[in-house]
């Protein structure tokens, strides 16, 4: 489904993704693991259009996204690091301008977001402000946007970064249904250990743009000759991604969005 | 034919989310009013027996086509401010990612910022008609709204493009005040072209607004300085070369 070849990404002379090869096949979950500045959302970025790649191909479902971008993209959903919602509108209105820019039928568009809407429980909220909601709100309601199109892919960039525990939960359920019911391609970065670990069918530790090891939680474990994922993250890494410091770096990126606005 | 009712689509629903935006900012809808209002009362009646005593007649009538295309400069330009916040609160990656042409988000854009910057003309229109404006016929309002359009197609491009470029939210207004001021100042929107230093008036000639005002002007109160068709065909050709390089500058945002 996802067929990455020798992918380089440079900014000027900083080498943000060196020289990655790896594939995803349909149906998997699989999770980039990787610390902050790892080059993770840079490969999103790549995969989604947005970004060209400096060397390399990429292949998502068969199509490259740099001579096919509009064809990628009616395969994938995204749920991006950052929220991409319109804060004015209200829950109907962001699902429904997305259906229109996906050309999904109005008909189909009206069933289909009634139950997206109760899958993701907003349904009862669905005339209010995206303004007035919390952050888990906001992200339930983009997992819901992302799949409006009936998406054969779903990317995830940090999809719980700055939630609560049973925020993250709830939106992993979701998920893992999603894949279980739909046989959708999941594929997330984050830097949540037991994340990766509990939701990942397969997991790429990814560090200064480099993979580093991959395989299941087990395998990366046994390879590294360790007891955990944090312990053979460590070792393949050199570096701890510590829970406390995970919560820092969350808090300052919320700040910093706040002072953006 | 599928695809152009697809593109027309795609562009209704994102006029459809600047009109919605529009409506729901009563702070805007208002705070973006008051500054013409000012305009159109301090000077109409400050400077109004001046320029009367000059033999310039009844400034009101001289000034109100002015101060309408100056609410929609102002307005159809600082629409632009909003591609710089959807590119930092990241809603633009949204329609960055569909699979539509990016020329298409533009149009739906620029089409949605002008038509909010026409309804703020006829705002002031109608508070000019209140404080003592009279059109020269009541028929001759539908054309001066053509004129009206034009400007707002072409401020709207301007600022779409601007936005393009720009990443910082603070730069946009310090930039447009910059660059609208002169624009406005030397459009003949507060005094009239004839009689002018050499140097002004080749401001005026290369200024796009200055052939807004004047269609404005000439429809409304039958005084024109270049000439209706002049204005329109300027006007034209302007507002299309400025979607051209919106859109071109529009697509190359990398977010």
Redesign the interface.
Known sequence: MIEVKNLTKKFNDFIAVDNLSFSVKKGEIFAFLGPNGAGKTTCIKIF????KPTAGEVFINGINPVENP??V??L?G?I?Q????????TVL?NM???G????VAKDLRINRIEELLKMVELWERRNE?VKNFSGGMKRRLEIARGLLHHPKIIFLDEPTLGLDPQTRNHIWNYIKELNQKKNITVFFTTHYMEEAAKVADRIAIIDKGVITAEGTAAELINITNTNSLEEAFLKLTGKIIREEGEKNIDQLRMQRKLW?? | MEKIKRTIYIIAILWLRQIKRYIRSRTRMLGSLGQPILFLVALGFGFGPIFEKAGGGDYIQFLAPGIIAMTIIFTAIFSGIEVIADKQFGFLKETLVAPVSRYSIMIGRTLGGATVAVVQGIIIFILAVIIGFHPLITLSFPLAFVYMILIALFFTGLGTAIGSVLDDMHAFPLIINFLIMPLFFLSGALFPLKNLSQAINIAAMINPLSYGVDGIRGVLVGQVHFGLLTDFTVLVAFSVFILFLGSYLFSKIKV
């Open positions: 989604t259009t947005l970004l509009n064809k993209r009616k994938f995204i991006f950052d929220q991409s919602l319109d804060d004015e509108l209105e429904n301008f997305h229109v820019l996906y050309g402000l953006k606005r």
